[in-house]
C-alpha cells in the first residue's frame, strides 16, 4: 500500500507556494498519495496564539531573503507581494470548494501564481475575479460555490482537524503520524517515504 | 585569503548546540575561519520583539520533534532540558570572558554538556559550579572574571552588533555577508563557503 502525504496548506503562505512546487514530483518519486488538506492559516493563527514571521520586521526581513534561496534551489519563481498577508478566507473557501474535483489544481495553480509570482493584490475581490476569469473560470460561480455554508463548514473542520493535530502554521505535512513543519523540511518528508 | 563565518550564539538555544556540533568540521572542510560571536539571545529577543518558538504550546512541542531529527542526523546526543528556559546572562558573561583564550572551546563544552545532553539545571549557581569544577575550572575564578565590568560591556556590544545585523534569533551565521537562520541552514552554509 502506497504513504499518504497529508498537505496541510493555505495559499497565503510563501513557504507553502514552495512546497506545493515540489511535492507532486516527491509524491510521484516515493509512489505515494498526495492529501490535500485546504485550512485557513489564520484560523491556526489564532487558535495556537501563533503569528506570521513577518510580524518580526527583522525575521520578516530574513525570511523573505531565506524563501528566495529555497526559490532559486528549485528554480521557480518567487516574487514577494507587496500586499502580503493575503486575507485568504474567500481564497481557501474556492480551494475547499473545488477539493476532488478536476477543477482543483488549475484553481491552485492560478491563485499561486497570482499572489507568489505576479504580485497579485487578492485582497480585492475584483483582482480574484479578474485572475479566475483569465484562467477560464466563471468568477460568478466560484462566488456562489464559496458562500455555500457546507463549503464554509468545511475549511472550518480541517483548520480545527490541523490545530488538533498539532499544526500551528503552513505548509504543515503529515507522513505516517509524523509532522513535518516548512518546506524545508522536505528533505525528511523524503526520508519518511522511503 | 580564507573566508569568515561568523557565529552568533547563546548556549541556551538547542539549534545553537547543534550548529556548535557540527561547524568546527565545515570550517575545516572549507578551510574558513571561525569567528565566535557570544551574544545574548534575551537581548535580542527584547530589542527585535521575537521570542522563543517554546512560548507558543504546539510549536514548542514540534520543535522538540525537529531538533531531535537533526541531533540524529548529525549523530550526537541532545536531550531536551526540563529547566528551558535557562537564563544565560552569567554563562554568556563567561563565554565572553575567555573568548580568544584556550578555555574558551573546553567552557563551551563544559556548558553545552551540560544544557543540551545532561539536562542540568544551569539556573542553579550551585550546580553552574558544580559543572564548572567538574571540567577543571576554579568557579571562584570564573565569578570574578564575569563580573568584570569590560566583559558585560563587551557582551552587550555583540549583541548590539547582531541586533543591528538583523540577527532576530540563535544561532545566527554570516558569510560574506550573507545571513543564515538556525542549524537547519548549515547546507546553505557551505554553498556561501564553497
Not at 487558535?47 to 530574513?62: H, Q, W
Not at 477539493?99 to 491552485?108: A, D, R
Not at 499572489?115 to 480574484?128: A, G, K, L, S
Request: hydrophobic share 45%; net charge negative.
Amino acid at each position: 500500500m502506497s504513504k499518504k502525504i497529508e498537505f496541510f496548506f493555505d495559499v497565503g503562505s510563501p513557504a507553502t507556494y514552495l512546497a506545493w512546487t515540489q511535492l507532486p514530483a516527491i509524491a510521484e518519486r516515493h509512489h505515494a498519495e498526495l492529501v490535500w488538506k485546504p485550512m485557513l492559516l489564520g484560523g491556526v493563527f489564532q487558535a495556537t496564539g501563533n503569528s506570521s514571521p513577518a510580524t518580526i520586521e527583522a525575521k520578516g526581513r530574513y525570511t523573505r531573503v531565506d524563501f528566495q534561496r529555497y526559490a532559486n534551489r528549485y528554480g521557480v519563481p518567487l516574487n514577494h507581494n507587496p500586499h502580503f498577508p493575503i486575507n485568504t478566507l474567500q481564497l481557501m473557501r474556492g480551494a475547499t470548494a473545488f477539493h476532488g474535483t478536476e477543477k482543483f489544481q488549475p484553481y491552485l495553480t492560478a491563485i499561486f501564481k497570482a499572489i507568489w509570482q505576479d504580485e497579485r493584490d487578492m485582497n480585492q475581490p475584483e483582482v480574484v475575479g479578474e485572475v479566475l476569469a483569465n484562467a477560464g473560470f466563471d468568477p460568478t460561480e466560484v462566488m456562489a460555490l464559496i458562500s455555500n455554508p457546507a463549503v464554509k463548514e468545511q475549511l472550518k473542520a480541517v483548520t480545527e482537524e490541523a490545530v488538533e493535530r498539532g499544526v500551528f502554521g503552513a505548509p504543515t505535512i503529515f507522513v505516517e503520524g509524523e509532522m513535518f513543519f516548512g518546506q524545508d523540511r522536505l528533505e525528511f518528508v523524503e526520508q519518511a517515504l522511503a
